[in-house]
């Protein structure tokens, strides 16, 4: 099995060139601080530096906030592939889809934050609740996810973060150190008892993610029968597959470029070739639902419905629709993931997860934005809503903040596993 | 502060007050020329003026005044002198007892009766305090779409640009010629089974006893939840903006909104960032009177009163087949209701 020689060379974190890390830095360095003085503005003008009003409520940063809890569902969903199911192949993402659901909750809450008209009491979902708000239950279960995806992340992580500490020196070993929490065993016995609760923990997750976190979300938004557009039993379901679809895209462009750019190693093609048909079978499942979820509402010829569906394929902003949500998250990765050596290549694969990331996004405005356009009453005036430079602007400050996260966490923590063995511990 | 010469704040010292007060004196008739008009004793009648004069300042009693006089007007008045009742020396309380004021036709009855009637006006409120469950009818027939109400509204609880309690929507019905327009009012619905009570994540919107659904600016986190969940666009959020440029001083005061007064309207203190809607005026209704959409209505098209009083003006006409509710099949149930 592994030598010390082997692990401490392996174990080389950090973009292997210096270029490309001060390139990618500076960049975040520039969104930063472009996001900064976005974000400042936003506390000194308040919410009126935004592009929101009383009869669209909710804009970007609330389609932010979805997206990126869509996003941790569906990677950690994909990383339980590994660590509950035991997919052939999959241990190799297993932290990286972890770590990126650990980070896109970050994310998610800090769009929540900046969006609350009142950001200095955003502890008080903790101190007054309401059994009956979809939302009052929502902050709880994302505590308690994000405690699943750590101790998840930890239990996956420890036995690296061990040899690390043992057999390195500087910092990076002394960090190590303390990440295992003094669980620095690294015989094969700790090893099995790290993947029997990574397996556990895992099974909470589950449910907790799909039913809780995620189509809980989609409730959110489901129970509010004053928008017949999300009023529907099927929406916390395409809610569901929409986050699938991205986690695993997501996982798909970390893989390839983390391999790339920071490992340095072969990408596995079939690892690749699993992600891409997995990909496939999620974006047509979630056109379909869409579809369906289309046709029951122009069917029921509801005026409310018919017209938001307008709005969607017709209005200020359809280019969304047909270019982001259709284009770039459906038919592209589609065309791109049917050809066998095409899906198998890196750089294919990654740009069609790439695209379906991209296009999401386009996916969570859609959602939030159409059925506020149309007033809830005739009568009342139509809302018109493009966000603002503020809330364009946060929102990659926002967005940035969670790449900076995740290179850093690439850099410095053994997201790759330290061993091609799967699970393995040291025969010592 | 001190000395009771300094003008009082908002009170301008206005310069023309002097030649106020003398014009007043000017306006003022002679005593004397006008006593001088009766029969009876001139000197008598200015004596017993200035010394009434003198116990409405305190500097005499009213027992030392009738001592000095009685006699003295006895004689000159006679009879109708002591039939007059005196409630100065008749009553410790200076009132007149109703016999004699059926016997006066007094139309109001004694003082005593109207204080003692009102008092009891005031018990049965009292009693009836606490079950009231506060609704408004609206009758779109009289509507004429004056906006009359928005205006009251919004001069009554001062609310920023883009807040908007009361709104008044028009339907057009038909085509030319034959088009008939509908004005529909539309405050808070203050409804029975509010769908912004159902979500707002930290109970910061909820319903009182008195049927009106309140907002907790002190607990609302601003999420905007409730104007997703409301059927009827009734809730507004507070960006802060002012009418700073259209109205000096206009963020001096805030209306006391559930009564309670939070002073002038400051940057990032709530109600900014917090969700805003018509509260029927609950302040207002606390001291015994109409919303103020309700008493401006020029057509008496609003009626504001206690649903649960079988016998008020908005049960009855809640009860009648005209009436009915925006949105029924929201099972809301709002106590807003319209009469066809």
Not at chain 1, 97 to 122: C, I, K, T
Not at chain 2, 236 to 247: A, K, R, T
Request: proline share 5%; charged share 20%.
């Amino acid at each position: 099995m592994s030598t010390i020689t082997d692990i401490t060379e392996r174990y080389d974190p950090g973009f292997r060139s210096e270029t490309v890390r001060y390139a990618w830095y500076g960049l975040l360095a520039v969104l930063l601080l472009v996001g900064g003085w976005a974000t400042w503005r936003r506390l000194t003008v308040g919410m009126a530096s935004t592009n929101l009003s009383s009869v669209t409520p909710w804009g970007a940063w609330v389609a932010f906030y979805i997206y990126f809890v869509g996003l941790s569902a569906g990677a950690f969903l994909v990383s339980t592939l590994a660590n509950v199911f035991e997919v052939e192949g999959f241990e190799q993402i297993d932290r990286d889809a972890l770590f990126a659901a650990v980070v896109s909750m970050v994310v998610a809450l800090l769009f929540v934050w900046v969006d609350l008209g009142r950001m200095d009491r955003m502890y008080y979902p903790f101190v007054w609740r309401q059994p009956t708000s979809a939302l009052s239950w929502e902050v709880h279960a994302y505590v308690a996810y994000v405690a699943v995806l750590v101790t998840e992340l930890y239990f996956s992580m420890r036995l690296d973060l061990a040899r690390v500490a043992a057999r390195a020196r500087g910092w990076r070993a002394t960090l190590c150190r303390l990440l295992t929490l003094g669980r620095t065993s690294t015989s094969a016995a700790s090893g099995r008892t790290d993947r029997r609760w990574l397996k556990r923990t895992g099974l909470v997750g589950i449910p907790l993610a799909i039913f809780m976190v995620h189509g809980g979300t989609g409730v959110l938004f489901a129970v509010a029968k004053a928008r017949p557009y999300w009023n529907s039993g099927l929406f916390p379901i395409i809610f569901v597959v929409s986050a699938v679809v991205s986690g695993t895209a997501l996982v798909t462009v970390l893989y390839v470029v983390r391999t790339k750019l920071i490992a340095g190693d072969a990408v596995d093609r079939d690892l690749l070739d699993r992600l891409g048909q997995l990909l496939a079978a999620f974006v047509v499942t979630d056109a379909a639902l869409t579809a369906i979820e289309a046709l029951i509402a122009i069917n029921s010829l509801h005026p409310h419905e018919l017209e938001t569906w307008l709005v969607v394929l017709f209005g200020e902003m359809s280019w969304s629709f047909w270019w982001f949500m259709v284009g770039f998250g459906w038919v592209f990765p589609l065309v791109v993931l049917s050809k066998r050596s095409w899906r198998r290549s890196p750089f294919p694969a990654a740009s069609a997860g790439l695209f379906v990331v991209v296009g999401i996004v386009a996916v969570r405005f859609n959602i939030v934005v159409p059925p506020q356009i149309l007033p809830v009453m005739e009568g009342l005036p139509h809302g018109s809503y493009v966000p603002s430079t503020v809330e364009w602007l946060t929102s990659l400050g926002i967005v940035a903040v969670g790449l900076l996260l995740y290179s850093l966490g690439a850099e410095i923590l053994p997201l790759k596993p330290l061993e091609s063995t799967p699970h393995g511990g040291d025969d010592t | 502060m001190s000395g009771t010469d300094e003008p009082l704040p908002s009170v301008p010292d206005d310069p023309r007050r002097e030649a106020l007060d003398a014009m007043v004196d000017r306006e003022a008739l002679d005593p004397r020329d006008e006593l001088e008009k009766t029969t009876y004793r001139t000197d008598l009648g200015i004596a017993m003026a200035e010394d009434a004069r003198r116990v409405g300042r305190g500097e005499l009693s009213s027992e030392a005044y009738w001592q000095k006089y009685d006699r003295a007007a006895a004689a000159e008045f006679g009879d109708d002198y002591r039939e007059t009742p005196n409630p100065a020396v008749d009553r410790a309380e200076q009132t007149i007892d109703d016999e004699i004021a059926e016997s006066l036709s007094c139309s109001v009855g004694s003082m005593d009766g109207v204080a003692e009637s009102l008092e009891g006006v005031a018990a049965e409120e009292s009693e009836g305090e606490g079950d009231e469950k506060w609704g408004m009818v609206i009758d779109l027939q009289k509507c004429v779409g004056c906006d009359s109400c928005t205006v009251a509204c919004k001069a009554e609880n001062r609310t920023p640009p883009g807040v908007t309690y009361n709104v008044v929507m028009e339907e057009e019905h038909g085509e030319y010629p034959d088009v008939t327009r509908t004005n529909v009012p539309r405050p808070c619905m203050q409804c029975d089974n509010p769908p912004c009570v159902q979500v707002c994540p930290v109970s910061a919107t909820y319903k009182m006893e008195n049927g009106v659904v309140n907002v907790d600016y002190d607990r609302c986190i601003g999420c905007r939840y409730c104007m997703i969940a409301c059927p009827y666009g009734a809730r507004y959020f507070d960006f802060g903006e002012n009418y700073d440029d259209e109205v000096d001083g206009a963020g001096e005061i805030q209306s006391p909104e559930y009564g309670v007064d939070r002073g002038p309207r400051t940057d990032g203190e709530s109600p900014v960032g917090n969700v805003r809607k018509c509260s029927f005026c609950t302040h207002r209704l606390n001291r015994g009177e109409e919303p103020a959409c309700v008493e401006t209505c020029i057509g008496d098209a609003r009626n504001a009163g206690d649903l649960n009083d079988p016998d008020s003006e908005v049960s009855k006409l809640a009860d009648s087949s005209r009436a009915f509710q925006l949105k029924e099949a929201e099972g809301t149930d709002p106590n807003v209701y319209y009469l066809k």
